[in-house]
């Protein structure tokens, strides 16, 4: 970052803090995502990961630092004003409408850009191919398999057409052939233009689909870099870990 | 909207127009109309509380200021009717804007909304109970002037058409809410408002545009009661009744849905009529025939009334 310019990130989140209290969430955290990119977020439970993405979405106002969007302030902007211009996210816990249809559901999304029922809809199935959930439309949410919720998050999202998609665990808690079916879904998002940022526990997909990984552990971002770097680096694997943890396998490698 | 959406709201109007026009006497064209005054402040609500999920205990405050003014800019100020009618629910609808300002921006939600609503209407008796311009505790009284011109009818068939014409006009734009971008906004708050808002939902002026509809509505009714009674006084028009009549039709008759409240105001009156007819003149016993139903319909929640025959026929 230098000089007056625009910050040439797509998205530049910097020196963002979240206090609650006398605790520190999120600590000084500075984080690059490239335009049409998928980037990763991971570390350990607690690190700070999903306040992180409550302060971008504009789910939490930061305690200090900026978040901005193809160089454009949006901190603190209120959540629907983001996704109004491109912002959407998932939830980690899901939170469907329970009582609606999974194309009613999706629809929500959809009616941001559409404003007529019958586009709405037709936008809504559209998506629900996408992300495999076609044969379901008329299903209620709340007869979704775990699996097929996080599909549902991803297509309520996608159906706002936003320009960025923070995707927050959606792969936690499914088994590995529903892993499997959805990693290529989310590429294809991106492939589809969508840039994406996504928090993700399962290593496995992040290796598999990110092209740059930042680390965060307890509030700070604590390596950045491809998938390959960050696993190796010895100051997470002593976040997962422990400290000394890296030293100690070391050795043990060399012994 | 297909025609075949339209159907069910042609049938009722037609059913209306028919008892109107075959029904002879008073006693049932009296509970007929009545039936329809409640249907259309419990539609009101049905906007608010059955599609957005804001449950307000006090209705009674947008019945109340639709009755008043329509009374009230008649009697004082010399407008006629049916302007004094239309001003009732503007006026009704800029006081739910102005409650749903004061409650939705500071977040209040569930039981926490209901109890202030409650506190509003509560407030407006009280007012209303004491101020000059209303009558004060004595009422107010709309001069008896028979004349179509008026809004008044020589028969209650007559009224009874108007009344079920208000129904259904209700219940065509309970239909399109239904079917419009606002309408699955409403209901996305009332599942879930985070994740609404993470769906590009305005919270708040969704919020704020039902209130705004639901009171015009429930003040409609109001207007309506004044018209057709030509009397009132605080504990007519901002009285508690009317708040929990226009919630618990809703709620008997599916809340959420387009036929609810009428569905859930003519059981309740029909109820309430029935047992008035077989137990004689018990006094309450309509409200406690009110009671037993809310507990049953609380108890054994039947998504709506068609959902519970569905369940029989099985």
Not at chain 1, 41 to 60: H, M, S, Y
Not at chain 1, 120 to 135: I, K, P
Not at chain 2, 47 to 73: E, K, M, R, V
Not at chain 2, 272 to 291: C, H, M, N, Y
Request: aromatic share 6%; glycine share 12%; charged share 15%.
């Amino acid at each position: 970052m230098t000089g007056t310019g625009p910050d040439p990130a797509f998205l530049a989140v910097r020196g963002i803090t979240k206090r609650f209290g006398g605790l520190v969430a999120v600590n000084d955290a500075t984080l690059d995502v490239a335009e049409g990119s998928i980037t990763g977020l991971i570390g350990p439970n607690g690190a700070g990961k999903t306040t992180l993405f409550a302060v971008i979405a504009g789910f939490e106002k930061p305690t200090a630092g900026i978040v901005m969007l193809e160089g454009e302030q949006i901190t603190g902007r209120r959540p629907h004003d983001l996704a109004r211009i491109g912002l959407a996210r998932t939830f980690q816990i899901v939170q469907p409408f329970a009582g609606l249809t999974v194309r009613e559901n999706i629809a929500v999304g959809a009616f941001l850009r559409e404003a007529k029922r019958s586009a709405a809809m037709a936008a809504a199935e559209q998506v629900a191919h996408r992300v495999g959930l076609a044969d379901q439309l008329d299903k209620p949410a709340a007869a979704l398999t775990v699996a097929g919720r996080k599909r549902l998050e991803v297509a309520r999202a996608l159906a706002t057409r936003p320009k960025l998609l923070l995707l927050d665990e959606v792969l936690a808690g499914l088994n590995p052939s529903e892993i499997r079916d959805i990693v290529p879904v989310v590429r294809a998002i991106r492939d589809d233009g969508v840039t994406v940022l996504m928090i993700e526990h399962v290593m496995q997909a992040v290796m598999n689909l990110c092209e740059t990984v930042h680390v965060l552990a307890q509030g700070r971002i604590i390596c950045s870099g491809t998938p390959a770097e960050v696993v190796s680096a010895p100051a997470v694997v002593e976040a997962y870990l422990g400290q000394g943890a890296a030293k100690r396998l070391q050795g043990a490698a060399n012994a | 909207m297909t025609p075949r959406d339209l159907v069910p709201i042609i049938a009722f109007g037609v059913v209306v127009v028919a008892a109107a026009l075959l029904v002879t006497s008073n006693v049932a064209l009296n509970f007929l109309v009545f039936t329809m005054i409640i249907a259309l402040a419990a539609q009101g609500w049905n906007l608010l509380g059955g599609y957005g999920g804001q449950f307000s205990f006090g209705h009674a405050a947008f019945f109340g200021t639709g009755a008043y003014l329509t009374a009230i800019l008649q009697l004082r100020f010399g407008m006629g009717a049916y302007p004094a009618f239309a001003a009732g629910i503007a006026g009704a609808a800029l006081v739910g804007l102005a409650i749903g300002a004061l409650a939705f921006r500071s977040g209040l939600k569930g039981s926490y909304f209901a109890l202030v609503t409650l506190a509003f209407a509560e407030v407006f008796r009280v007012l209303a109970n004491a101020a000059e311009i209303t009558g004060g505790a004595a009422g107010i009284l709309i001069r008896l002037e028979v004349n179509p011109a008026n809004f008044q009818f020589a028969d209650r068939g007559t009224f009874l058409m108007v009344a079920g014409s208000l129904v259904t006009l209700a219940l065509l734009a309970t239909l399109a809410l239904e079917r419009s971008r606002l309408g699955a906004q409403l209901v996305a708050v009332r599942e879930n408002e985070a994740a609404a808002q993470a769906l590009g939902v305005d919270v708040l002026a969704v919020k704020l545009r039902a209130i705004t509809l639901s009171a015009g509505m429930t003040g409609a009714a109001g207007g309506l009661y004044a018209q057709y009674f030509l009397y009132l006084d605080a504990n007519i028009a901002y009285g508690t009744w009317i708040s929990v009549e226009a919630l618990l039709a809703p709620i008997v008759g599916g809340a959420g849905t387009v036929f609810g409240p009428v569905l859930g105001a003519v059981i309740l009156h029909g109820l309430a009529e029935a047992t008035k007819s077989v137990a004689g003149r018990i006094p309450g016993i309509d409200l406690v025939v009110f009671g037993i139903v809310l507990i049953l319909v609380v108890r054994f929640p039947p998504r709506d009334i068609p959902g519970l025959l569905r369940r029989w026929r099985r």
